[in-house]
């Protein structure tokens, strides 16, 4: 089932309030960063990052943007507000430098509010996997366990490549499920992984996640594009980086509020 745009909705005659709440957005980047929605992040994450992010390497065009990484150099935007519960969806294609990820994700910790968990939710294409998008949950309280709930799924069966195709994807936070999907070469939704929050304290099945470890706290919508800096744990994730520069067009970003 194709899903439908909040224009199709309004279309249809049903009013913005009964399709959408303010929070809702949608941005094509044209001509530039809408700084209502955006900031360019400015700084670094530490290892296994190994570059700094730079308004510099982010090109706004008449439609879409490209973030752009060299060697020690790489790109991020922000959302000035924080979303919660919603739909969380976007097109991008990125080139194939192995040891790079271009990245659309939601995330919070204790960066935005003292002693806050991190939670996050990721959808990452890392070069160095293939045609495969990594799909990730992540949690871990201040002062406490890092934990994650990893998955990648293979792209080739729904006929898409990521360094050949606009890929349309995103996912759906709720309550008790988060659901990915993408559009498949014939323009249809596919899901294609779901996890849910227990809802007992016994042994998990494959599909679901703590519900201590679930995201509940309001979090930015990140995009970026980045290198690994060659440590150890970056030899996991996102694979040895040889220094090429590199590129990863998002031609939108769109956020739905349940």
């Known amino acids: ?9 309004l279309a249809l005659g049903l009013s913005f309030s009964a ?27 530490g290892s296994p990052f190994g570059c700094t992010f730079s308004p510099n390497m982010i090109t706004p065009s008449s439609h879409g943007i490209t973030l752009a990484l060299e060697q020690g150099q ?8 924080s979303y919660r519960h919603g739909r969380v969806q976007g097109s991008l294609k990125t080139g194939n430098t192995p040891g790079t990820v271009a990245s659309i994700f939601t995330y919070t910790s204790w960066w935005d509010e003292p002693e806050r968990a991190w939670q996050e939710i990721d959808i990452e294409f890392l070069p160095s996997l293939g045609n495969v998008v990594h799909t990730n949950v992540i949690y871990q309280p201040y002062d406490g366990e890092y934990q994650s709930w990893e998955q990648d799924i293979d792209l080739t069966p729904y006929g898409l490549n990521i360094q050949q195709n606009l890929l349309t994807i995103g996912f759906e936070w709720g309550e008790q499920q988060i659901r990915w ?26 599909d679901q996640i703590p519900a201590y470890a679930w995201p509940v706290d309001h979090a ?5 594009h980045w290198h690994g800096d060659n440590s150890e744990e970056a030899g996991y994730f996102p694979g040895h980086y040889s220094g090429e520069a590199a590129w990863a067009y998002y031609d939108f970003i769109e956020y739905i509020p349940h």
């Open 1 to 9: 089932m194709k899903q439908h745009t909040l224009g199709t909705l």
């Open 19 to 45: 399709v959408s709440q303010a929070d809702y957005f949608r941005d094509d980047f044209s001509w530039g960063i809408n700084g209502n929605i955006w900031f360019a992040r400015v700084g670094d994450n």
């Open 74 to 81: 790489c790109s991020e935007l922000q959302s000035r507000n």
């Open 181 to 206: 999907f993408v559009y498949d070469a014939d323009g249809f939704e596919q899901t294609i992984r779901t996890v849910y929050k227990a809802s007992g304290t016994g042994p998990l099945a494959a």
């Open 220 to 224: 930015k919508i990140m995009i970026n």
